[in-house]
T-cell receptor
Framework: KAGVTQTPRYLIKTRGQQVTLSCSPISGHRSVSWYQQTPGQGLQFLFEYFSETQRNKGNFPGRFSGRQFSNSRSEMNVSTLELGDSALYLC?????????????FGPGTRLTVL | SQQGEEDPQALSIQEGENATMNCSYKTSINNLQWYRQNSGRGLVHLILIRSNEREKHSGRLRVTLDTSKKSSSLLITASRAADTASYFCATDPRVFRLVFGQGTRLTINP
């Protein structure tokens, strides 16, 4: 099976712009989670989707949003970018429908905000 | 805030030695997982231990869990250069999300 893929791998944006990141989960996985990783805050949970429904959301401002499509692919959007949004954004998929189980991570998208 | 705290933050050992990393967490959990991350790349799942388990093995990895102390340890035996990475514990204090610790940066010296 192909692993979790994320596009693009690298992105450079300027403050005030918006960005959309994409994640394709492992075939058959219906749960997709997003995490932000920074040197200062570490790995922080953004949101989780299952069958197009957001089941949980982390403590991030409304500028961060996401969605999941019927084929389980997911996108996250960050509007009005700030310098502090520079981070590695990781997507993970899981086959579990209930409680959290093993997560399979993609390689991440490195976002730099100038 | 982080649920898990890894200790030590950094660890440097010689190839062939054993490496032990510890994780403490704050609230009750359903399971605890350990992940490895190589230099700014995606995380790789290593092992999952359920709250009713005390010890689990996988190859050169041994994980223990003490729910009374809210702590876990990861032991890597006979370390190799390829084990150089950051190691994170992750807990699930709430359903449908994982909370990660800050990680232990492990360096294996040849």
């Amino acid at each position: 099976k192909a692993g979790v893929t994320q596009t693009p791998r690298y992105l450079i944006k300027t403050r005030g712009q918006q960005v959309t990141l994409s994640c394709s989960p492992i075939s058959g996985h219906r749960s997709v989670s997003w995490y932000q990783q920074t040197p200062g805050q570490g790995l922080q949970f953004l949101f989780e989707y299952f069958s197009e429904t957001q089941r949980n959301k982390g403590n991030f401002p409304g500028r961060f949003s996401g969605r999941q499509f019927s084929n389980s692919r997911s996108e996250m959007n960050v509007s009005t970018l700030e310098l502090g949004d520079s981070a590695l954004y990781l997507c993970a998929s899981s086959s579990a429908s209930g409680r959290v189980a093993e997560q399979f991570f993609g390689p991440g998208t490195r976002l730099t905000v100038l | 805030s982080q649920q898990g705290e890894e200790d030590p933050q950094a660890l440097s050992i010689q190839e062939g030695e054993n490496a032990t990393m510890n994780c403490s967490y704050k609230t009750s959990i359903n399971n605890l997982q350990w992940y490895r991350q190589n230099s700014g790349r995606g995380l790789v799942h290593l092992i999952l231990i359920r709250s009713n388990e005390r010890e689990k093995h996988s190859g050169r990895l041994r994980v223990t869990l003490d729910t009374s102390k809210k702590s876990s340890s990861l032991l890597i035996t006979a370390s190799r250069a390829a084990d150089t990475a950051s190691y994170f514990c992750a807990t699930d204090p709430r359903v449908f999300r994982l909370v990660f610790g800050q990680g232990t940066r492990l360096t294996i010296n040849p």
